[in-house]
Protein backbone atom coordinates (compact mmCIF):
# COMPACT_ATOMS: atom_id res chain seq x y z
CA UNK A 1 0.00 0.00 0.00
CA UNK A 2 0.96 3.33 -0.68
CA UNK A 3 2.01 5.90 2.34
CA UNK A 4 2.75 9.92 1.83
CA UNK A 5 4.83 11.69 4.64
CA UNK A 6 4.93 14.91 5.12
CA UNK A 7 7.72 16.84 7.61
CA UNK A 8 7.55 18.75 9.90
CA UNK A 9 4.40 18.38 11.19
CA UNK A 10 4.06 21.69 12.53
CA UNK A 11 6.33 24.67 12.49
CA UNK A 12 6.63 28.34 13.62
CA UNK A 13 8.97 30.62 11.56
CA UNK A 14 10.12 34.46 11.36
CA UNK A 15 9.38 36.88 8.78
CA UNK A 16 12.17 36.62 6.71
CA UNK A 17 13.66 33.63 7.28
CA UNK A 18 14.21 30.56 5.08
CA UNK A 19 11.42 27.56 4.60
CA UNK A 20 11.68 24.12 3.86
CA UNK A 21 9.12 21.48 3.56
CA UNK A 22 9.48 18.00 2.53
CA UNK A 23 7.13 14.89 1.40
CA UNK A 24 7.55 11.23 0.39
CA UNK A 25 5.54 8.83 -0.90
CA UNK A 26 6.43 5.01 -0.51
CA UNK A 27 5.05 2.13 -2.22
CA UNK A 28 4.62 4.07 -5.63
CA UNK A 29 6.49 4.46 -8.11
CA UNK A 30 6.78 7.31 -10.50
CA UNK A 31 3.83 9.05 -8.90
CA UNK A 32 2.54 12.80 -10.17
CA UNK A 33 2.93 15.12 -7.12
CA UNK A 34 1.60 18.14 -5.84
CA UNK A 35 1.56 20.80 -3.53
CA UNK A 36 -1.64 23.23 -2.44
CA UNK A 37 -1.59 25.51 0.12
CA UNK A 38 -4.52 26.61 2.35
CA UNK A 39 -5.20 30.35 4.35
CA UNK A 40 -6.49 29.31 7.73
CA UNK A 41 -10.43 28.61 6.99
CA UNK A 42 -9.91 28.71 3.12
CA UNK A 43 -10.04 26.98 0.16
CA UNK A 44 -7.23 24.96 -1.07
CA UNK A 45 -4.56 26.27 -3.50
CA UNK A 46 -2.51 24.10 -5.79
CA UNK A 47 0.65 25.55 -5.92
CA UNK A 48 3.07 23.30 -7.88
CA UNK A 49 2.76 19.67 -9.99
CA UNK A 50 5.47 17.17 -10.89
CA UNK A 51 4.80 14.53 -13.31
CA UNK A 52 8.65 13.31 -13.32
CA UNK A 53 12.24 13.52 -11.44
CA UNK A 54 13.74 16.93 -11.70
CA UNK A 55 10.74 18.48 -13.41
CA UNK A 56 8.53 20.80 -11.25
CA UNK A 57 5.85 23.21 -12.72
CA UNK A 58 4.32 26.12 -11.09
CA UNK A 59 0.45 26.87 -10.91
CA UNK A 60 0.67 29.69 -8.44
CA UNK A 61 3.79 31.88 -7.71
CA UNK A 62 3.35 33.15 -3.89
CA UNK A 63 7.81 33.64 -3.59
CA UNK A 64 8.04 29.65 -3.25
CA UNK A 65 10.00 27.27 -4.58
CA UNK A 66 9.79 23.34 -5.59
CA UNK A 67 12.18 20.39 -6.59
CA UNK A 68 11.71 17.12 -6.95
CA UNK A 69 15.44 15.44 -6.04
CA UNK A 70 14.25 11.83 -6.20
CA UNK A 71 11.03 10.35 -7.60
CA UNK A 72 9.20 9.53 -4.18
CA UNK A 73 10.39 12.99 -2.45
CA UNK A 74 8.59 16.48 -3.19
CA UNK A 75 10.30 19.28 -1.48
CA UNK A 76 8.85 23.22 -0.93
CA UNK A 77 10.88 25.79 -0.10
CA UNK A 78 11.58 29.36 -0.12
CA UNK A 79 14.23 31.73 1.40
CA UNK A 80 12.38 34.55 2.68
CA UNK A 81 8.71 33.92 4.65
CA UNK A 82 6.58 36.29 4.70
CA UNK A 83 3.30 36.50 6.94
CA UNK A 84 1.29 36.09 4.29
CA UNK A 85 2.43 32.39 3.62
CA UNK A 86 0.97 31.26 7.21
CA UNK A 87 -1.26 28.16 6.53
CA UNK A 88 -1.86 24.95 6.05
CA UNK A 89 0.64 22.87 3.25
CA UNK A 90 -1.01 19.57 1.94
CA UNK A 91 1.28 17.20 -0.99
CA UNK A 92 -0.68 14.93 -2.52
CA UNK A 93 0.17 12.15 -5.26
CA UNK A 94 -1.94 10.68 -8.21
CA UNK A 95 -1.32 7.57 -10.15
CA UNK A 96 0.24 9.14 -13.58
CA UNK A 97 -2.96 8.53 -15.74
CA UNK A 98 -5.49 10.41 -16.99
CA UNK A 99 -8.58 11.31 -14.62
CA UNK A 100 -6.73 9.94 -11.14
CA UNK A 101 -7.75 10.68 -8.14
CA UNK A 102 -5.72 12.14 -6.08
CA UNK A 103 -4.66 10.89 -2.51
CA UNK A 104 -3.52 13.89 0.58
CA UNK A 105 -0.51 13.60 3.15
CA UNK A 106 -1.43 15.01 6.50
CA UNK A 107 -0.51 18.09 5.75
CA UNK A 108 1.81 20.87 8.03
CA UNK A 109 0.62 23.51 9.78
CA UNK A 110 2.75 26.35 9.05
CA UNK A 111 2.83 29.99 11.30
CA UNK A 112 4.32 32.87 10.06
CA UNK A 113 5.43 35.72 12.62
CA UNK B 1 -10.30 26.64 -18.96
CA UNK B 2 -12.09 24.27 -16.66
CA UNK B 3 -14.10 25.53 -13.74
CA UNK B 4 -15.63 24.10 -10.67
CA UNK B 5 -18.56 26.79 -9.08
CA UNK B 6 -20.31 25.56 -5.55
CA UNK B 7 -22.51 28.08 -4.74
CA UNK B 8 -22.76 27.89 -0.77
CA UNK B 9 -20.14 29.11 1.28
CA UNK B 10 -21.55 27.86 4.19
CA UNK B 11 -24.36 25.50 5.25
CA UNK B 12 -26.03 24.91 8.56
CA UNK B 13 -28.43 22.59 9.34
CA UNK B 14 -29.83 20.74 12.48
CA UNK B 15 -28.76 17.07 12.79
CA UNK B 16 -31.35 14.14 11.23
CA UNK B 17 -32.46 16.83 8.14
CA UNK B 18 -31.42 16.21 4.57
CA UNK B 19 -28.40 18.01 3.06
CA UNK B 20 -27.93 19.23 -0.48
CA UNK B 21 -24.38 20.84 -1.88
CA UNK B 22 -24.45 22.10 -5.10
CA UNK B 23 -21.56 21.90 -7.73
CA UNK B 24 -21.37 22.80 -11.32
CA UNK B 25 -18.70 22.51 -13.92
CA UNK B 26 -17.38 24.07 -16.99
CA UNK B 27 -14.54 21.48 -18.89
CA UNK B 28 -14.28 20.87 -22.69
CA UNK B 29 -12.69 17.81 -22.17
CA UNK B 30 -14.08 14.02 -20.89
CA UNK B 31 -15.26 14.72 -17.61
CA UNK B 32 -14.13 12.83 -14.48
CA UNK B 33 -15.78 14.48 -11.09
CA UNK B 34 -14.98 14.00 -7.48
CA UNK B 35 -16.03 15.07 -3.81
CA UNK B 36 -13.57 15.31 -1.07
CA UNK B 37 -13.85 15.91 2.80
CA UNK B 38 -12.10 17.67 4.90
CA UNK B 39 -12.61 17.88 8.74
CA UNK B 40 -10.57 20.20 10.91
CA UNK B 41 -7.22 20.42 11.23
CA UNK B 42 -7.19 17.25 8.55
CA UNK B 43 -6.06 16.42 5.39
CA UNK B 44 -9.26 16.24 2.36
CA UNK B 45 -10.13 12.11 1.92
CA UNK B 46 -11.94 11.29 -1.15
CA UNK B 47 -15.80 10.61 -0.66
CA UNK B 48 -17.35 9.93 -4.51
CA UNK B 49 -16.06 9.71 -8.10
CA UNK B 50 -17.85 9.43 -11.06
CA UNK B 51 -17.46 9.75 -14.95
CA UNK B 52 -20.48 7.83 -15.86
CA UNK B 53 -23.76 10.02 -16.81
CA UNK B 54 -26.74 9.26 -14.93
CA UNK B 55 -25.56 6.79 -12.68
CA UNK B 56 -25.94 7.21 -8.83
CA UNK B 57 -22.64 7.10 -7.12
CA UNK B 58 -22.61 6.16 -2.89
CA UNK B 59 -20.65 6.19 -0.03
CA UNK B 60 -20.57 6.48 3.63
CA UNK B 61 -24.29 7.60 3.20
CA UNK B 62 -23.77 10.57 0.57
CA UNK B 63 -24.18 10.49 -3.10
CA UNK B 64 -24.08 12.27 -6.09
CA UNK B 65 -25.21 11.48 -9.85
CA UNK B 66 -23.49 13.04 -12.54
CA UNK B 67 -25.38 14.55 -15.16
CA UNK B 68 -23.68 15.69 -18.04
CA UNK B 69 -26.57 17.60 -19.46
CA UNK B 70 -26.40 20.27 -16.95
CA UNK B 71 -23.06 19.78 -15.73
CA UNK B 72 -23.78 19.05 -12.11
CA UNK B 73 -22.86 16.82 -9.85
CA UNK B 74 -24.26 17.39 -6.30
CA UNK B 75 -24.07 15.82 -3.05
CA UNK B 76 -26.91 14.45 -1.08
CA UNK B 77 -27.43 12.69 2.36
CA UNK B 78 -31.10 11.90 3.59
CA UNK B 79 -29.98 12.53 7.73
CA UNK B 80 -26.76 14.99 8.37
CA UNK B 81 -25.11 13.17 11.61
CA UNK B 82 -23.18 16.01 13.89
CA UNK B 83 -19.97 14.02 12.36
CA UNK B 84 -20.43 15.24 9.03
CA UNK B 85 -19.59 18.74 10.16
CA UNK B 86 -16.26 19.30 7.53
CA UNK B 87 -15.52 21.35 4.57
CA UNK B 88 -16.32 20.03 1.08
CA UNK B 89 -14.98 20.20 -2.18
CA UNK B 90 -15.69 18.96 -5.32
CA UNK B 91 -13.49 18.55 -8.20
CA UNK B 92 -12.57 18.49 -11.93
CA UNK B 93 -10.09 16.22 -13.89
CA UNK B 94 -8.90 18.56 -15.95
CA UNK B 95 -5.70 17.65 -17.78
CA UNK B 96 -3.91 14.78 -15.96
CA UNK B 97 -0.49 16.06 -15.62
CA UNK B 98 -1.91 19.81 -13.67
CA UNK B 99 -4.73 16.73 -11.95
CA UNK B 100 -7.66 18.31 -10.66
CA UNK B 101 -9.56 21.98 -10.23
CA UNK B 102 -11.32 22.33 -7.19
CA UNK B 103 -14.03 24.26 -6.15
CA UNK B 104 -13.71 27.19 -4.03
CA UNK B 105 -15.42 24.19 -0.94
CA UNK B 106 -19.02 24.70 0.64
CA UNK B 107 -18.20 24.11 4.67
CA UNK B 108 -21.18 21.80 6.01
CA UNK B 109 -21.95 22.96 10.28
CA UNK B 110 -23.95 20.25 11.86
CA UNK B 111 -25.96 21.19 15.17
CA UNK B 112 -27.60 19.00 17.68
Known amino acids: AQTIHQWPVAEIKAVGSPLSLGCTIK??????LYWYWQATGGTLQQLFYSITVGQVESVVQLNLSASRPKDDQFILSTEKLLLSHSGFYLC????????????FGPGTRLTVL | GDSVTQTEGLVTLTEGLPVMLNCTYQTAYSTFLFWYVQHLNEAPKLLLK?????KRTEHQGFHATLHKSSSSFHLQKSSAQLSDSALYYC???????????FGLGTRVSVFP
Open chain 1, 27 to 32: GKSSPN
Open chain 2, 91 to 101: ALSEDYAQGLT
Open chain 1, 92 to 103: AWSHSYNYAEQF
Open chain 2, 50 to 54: SSTDN
